[in-house]
């Protein structure tokens, strides 16, 4: 083999390599402060921390369909004059090897205000399009929010749609147990 078909192979290897590393694909659209601020502009934003009861959690998984997996929620909620105008969640949830990271926005009745993917760490091709996610605002938890009722799949990124159905499922949860 001669020297210069070997360094061929050297990179080819080199750049395989690289696409195998955590993050090789990860993109960050927004920070945790420009999503506050897109979802409350000119609003009052307070940072609250809840533990929640091993009943809150019980409660909460048997809402959503799956396991809440942490009993500490962080949540951010926004005010205009005194009146609560919506509470925002970050969730981070795994879509096949690597995470993407959503915000949640949801109004005083319960109903997803806003669904914005601030980091998406698997190839490009796996994200769900803008126009996919557009199918989440204004439902409240029920049985027709999943995927194949009221909710489309996404060709190709099947496990994306799952991930983030089931992330929407799990904070519109925690949030109707926060709020009864």
Do not use: C
Not at 4 to 20: D, M, P, Q, T, Y
Not at 24 to 45: R, W
Not at 142 to 171: C, F, M, P, Y
């Amino acid at each position: 083999m001669n020297l210069r078909l070997s360094w061929k192979w050297i990179v080819a290897g080199v750049w395989a390599f690289s696409l195998s590393l955590p993050g090789a694909f990860a993109t960050t659209f927004m920070s945790q402060q420009e999503a506050l601020d897109k979802a409350f502009p000119d609003a009052e934003v307070e940072r609250r921390v809840v533990a929640l009861t091993d009943e809150q959690m019980k409660a909460a998984g048997a809402l959503a369909g799956s396991k809440i997996p942490g009993a500490l929620i962080i949540l951010y909620e926004g005010r205009k004059d005194g009146q609560l105008i919506g509470t925002a969640y970050f969730d981070v949830q795994r879509v096949h090897s690597l995470p993407q990271t959503l915000m949640l926005v949801v109004a005083p009745d319960g109903r997803l205000l806003s669904l914005d993917v601030l980091a998406f760490n698997e190839p490009a091709k796996f994200m769900a399009p803008a126009g996919w996610l557009d199918q989440f605002p204004g439902h409240a938890l029920d049985e027709n929010l999943q995927l194949h009722r009221d909710i489309q799949g996404i060709t190709g990124a099947t496990l994306t749609a799952r991930s983030t159905t089931k992330s929407v499922r799990r904070i519109l949860a925690i949030h109707k147990i926060l709020n009864p």
